[in-house]
């Protein structure tokens, strides 16, 4: 198998599907307007860029509103232990009309499946947590149908997953590739990233820590992505890229973090994958927005000088097959 450089980058699109149990949505209403209007933007510089993205989209959002998403539930529902981390429990509690905005994005999902080297992708249908308690194999295996049913109505066949919080269940391999899941992005190997559930403040502290000095090395080659006749290639996250940062000097230090990284994975041939969340860029969009411009044209510089070359997850997984 012959081996190249690539950057990888996959966005976890979530809106408030993946926070509504940390935030009170009055207070995030500017923050995800923002990120809706951030992904036209996003896009542009993709495609000026040439960067191939897999966008890992929550199933829910590909409905255009609530009367839709009521159309489209599930056959069972995972029965969390903790009830306030379902996305079901919030959408009965909480004024639909109010939040509508926040929670749907059919038509960006367009836009994304519309530009090219975009690869649309699955976070599961509900932001499904796949190591909490309470929640079963079962009740995961009809959330990720429905994923893939609304995404099916949409001309969508969904081919790659990335699991919410980074709840990476082995276990639960099988059934996504049962169900034509090739890919999935398991964590980084770090100690610190292994008890993502837990979330202690060591781990927090050492995650922020690596951000911003690098503890080791983030890159790895293509031969060492995990491949199984029964499951979906395994493909490791590389690096967080962290929201803009006040101090100046903070944020330089975490683009010279991510440009020396993706340096080393164009000089040795190996994979860089980077990692975010849209809604990331929500808070302060001016600033974010010129912090990717630096790192994609760090990435034009290193497509120059060594061939370094952009793959989203698919054409990752499709490489390996070849």
């Not at 951030?38 to 590909?62: C, D, N, R, S």
């Not at 932001?127 to 079963?136: A, D, I, M, N, R």
């Not at 080791?216 to 490791?236: A, F, R």
């Amino acid at each position: 198998m012959k081996e190249g450089g690539y950057l990888v980058i996959s966005l976890d699109f979530e809106l408030l599907w993946g926070v509504f149990d940390k935030v009170d949505y009055k207070n995030k209403k500017s923050y995800f307007s923002n990120t809706k209007q951030l992904v036209p933007q996003l896009l542009e510089l993709f495609k000026e860029y040439e960067i191939h993205v897999t966008w890992a989209t929550v199933g829910m959002l590909f409905n255009e509103n609530w009367s839709e998403w009521q159309k489209n539930l599930p056959s069972t529902n995972p029965k969390y232990v903790n009830s306030k981390i379902s996305a079901y429990n919030y959408a009965d509690a909480v004024p639909n009309e109010e939040v509508e905005e926040m929670c749907f994005a059919k038509d960006l999902i367009l836009q994304i499946n519309n530009t090219p080297f975009q690869e649309v992708a699955t976070h599961t249908y509900s932001h499904y947590y796949c190591l909490e308690s309470g929640q079963t194999l079962e009740s995961f295996k009809a959330d990720l149908k429905m994923a893939i049913s609304v995404a099916k109505k949409m001309n969508i066949s969904l081919k790659s997953l990335v699991f919410p919080r980074n709840q990476f269940n082995e276990s639960y391999l099988k059934v996504c590739y049962e169900l034509g899941v090739e890919n999935v992005r398991s964590n980084p190997t770090n100690w610190y990233w292994t008890n993502v559930q837990g979330d202690s403040l060591k781990d927090k502290i050492f995650r922020t820590g690596d951000a911003y000095l690098g503890f080791n090395d983030k890159s790895y080659k293509l031969s060492e992505v995990k491949i199984s006749e029964d499951k979906p290639t395994s493909q490791k996250a590389s690096r967080l890229l962290r929201p803009h940062s006040n101090s100046d000097f903070v944020n330089s230090l975490k683009l010279k973090r991510i440009k020396s990284e993706m340096t080393k994975a164009a000089k040795s041939n190996e994979i860089y994958h980077l990692w975010w969340h849209p809604h990331n860029f929500g808070q302060n969009p001016e600033g974010n927005l010129n912090d990717l411009k630096s790192i994609l044209k760090h990435y034009k510089s290193c497509n120059r000088k060594y061939g370094f070359a952009s793959l989203n997850m698919k054409e990752v997984g499709d490489k390996i097959k070849k």
